[in-house]
């Protein structure tokens, strides 16, 4: 089993040792720009930081490492290989533990060939046929409208993108950005046009107008089914938004989770991520910009890319940053393309205002089919065991799009 992070004393020694001299105890202040300790004596600070849970002081650097643990192990058993005439071969697979959830995820080592372009043709048509509410002849009496003492309005109108209810109400608040006015947009499309962005800031409008006159709904997120190997039904490009009081189960788990963190530590588990990430290199994806981009150390699927923005919230993202998402996102979305993926789920999460603890963050997920049978590649473990599985190894994942960052 590999850890890493845990305090052990030697450990603490060592590391002492190598941030030189601590002056005495000095007072703790508490600082109010964003609610951490530190000493009062600067001459201690920044070469270490103070341990309230064990009551000393640790260097800054280990302070900060040791706090995030990525934590695997591998499993492993003999099979007589029919593909190497009966040969014994070892089969194997990591289980690796998300450091915020501890959620458990599976590298499975089997070779994998890159899948061929899917067919989308029979979607395509099909969707056409039977009559696209969100094409523009469609849309004013096909799609329901929203409710204007809430909004204002009963649709919501940003340049190409129109805001209008699910039909489906997923949460107290149920909505859908149609993103496009054409039918259909590859992968490559919706990175070089845009649209992704432009869907997410007109809901975010929406949402602004639900913060407005409901303050009992506190959690919101923005997602995307793509194609229908995602779980899409529409192929009609639009992105969904969700909001309300009760969150979903990884959005709980999250919140839980930074906000605990930052109790035990005092300090924001996504600021010690990046910077562990930075220092590992080893799933950075770029880490230059506003926006943090990586692949995560327990994916929830074979290609799994998330990103930290600067801020807690979405609500207060500043347009600069959404033009710098936008420029990631188009690399990630061509990335996909290029792979042959046949769908993807996304997901945009935001805390309320300004909670040191959290980050506006989010993941895109790749969806395929499996040969010969054009499976889906959700199954029992996915479904019931709240168990990930993943082919490429993310470290894999984040080496190739760093090539053509
Ligand atoms: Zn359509």
Redesign the pocket.
């Known amino acids: 089993m590999m850890t890493e992070g845990l305090r052990s004393s030697a450990v603490y020694e060592e590391r002492r040792r190598e941030a030189g001299p601590v002056k005495g105890f000095p007072r703790v202040l508490r600082q109010q720009r964003n609610g951490k300790r530190i000493p009062e004596d600067s001459s201690c600070f920044p070469f270490c930081e103070y341990d309230k849970r064990y009551q000393r002081w640790y260097p800054r650097d280990y302070w900060r490492s040791g706090m995030i643990e990525f934590r695997k192990l591998i499993q492993s058993s003999t099979y007589l290989n029919p593909l190497e005439a009966f040969e014994p071969r070892e089969g194997k697979v990591e289980i690796r533990w998300d450091p915020l959830t501890s959620l458990t995820a599976r590298v499975v080592h089997f070779p994998t060939r890159r899948p061929g372009r899917p067919d989308l043709t029979q979607a395509i048509s099909s969707?056409?046929a039977s009559k696209?509410?969100?094409?523009h002849e469609?849309l004013d009496l096909m799609t329901a409208r929203l409710d204007k003492a809430l909004f204002g309005c009963e649709r919501l109108t940003r340049g190409d993108v129109t805001v209008i209810p699910n039909l489906i109400s997923f949460d107290k608040y149920s909505l859908v950005a149609i993103i496009s006015k054409e039918?259909?947009l590859t992968i490559q499309g919706l990175a070089e046009k845009g649209s992704m962005v432009r869907g997410v800031e007109a809901l975010l409008d929406a949402f602004s107008c639900i913060r407005e006159k409901d303050g009992d709904a506190r959690f919101f997120s923005i997602n995307c089914n793509y194609m229908p190997a995602s779980g899409g039904s529409?192929?009609?490009p639009h992105v969904q938004g969700i909001a309300g009081e009760w969150p979903t189960n990884y959005q709980r788990i999250m919140i839980e989770k930074s906000s605990e963190f930052f109790r035990a530590h005092e300090s924001t588990f996504w600021d010690a991520l990046m910077e562990k990430e930075r220092t590992l290199s080893e799933r950075l994806i770029d880490g230059e910009g506003r926006i943090f981009w990586f692949a995560p150390f327990a994916p929830k699927g074979n290609i799994d890319v998330a990103w930290l923005f600067s801020t807690s919230s979405l609500f207060s993202v500043a347009a600069e940053e959404w033009a710098e998402f936008n420029l990631g996102l188009a690399k990630v979305l061509s990335y996909l393309d290029d792979e042959h993926i046949a769908g993807f789920n996304l997901s945009l999460f935001s805390s309320e205002e300004g909670e040191a603890y959290f980050r506006a963050n989010g993941r895109i997920v790749a969806r395929r089919f499996l040969p010969p049978t054009n499976a889906a590649d959700v199954n029992y473990l996915e479904k019931i065991h709240m168990e990930h599985v993943c082919l490429v190894p993310p470290e894999e994942v984040a080496r190739q799009l760093k090539e053509r960052w």
């Not at 696209?132 to 094409?135: D, G, N, R």
């Open positions: 969707s056409v696209c509410p969100f094409c469609n039918h259909y529409l192929v009609h």
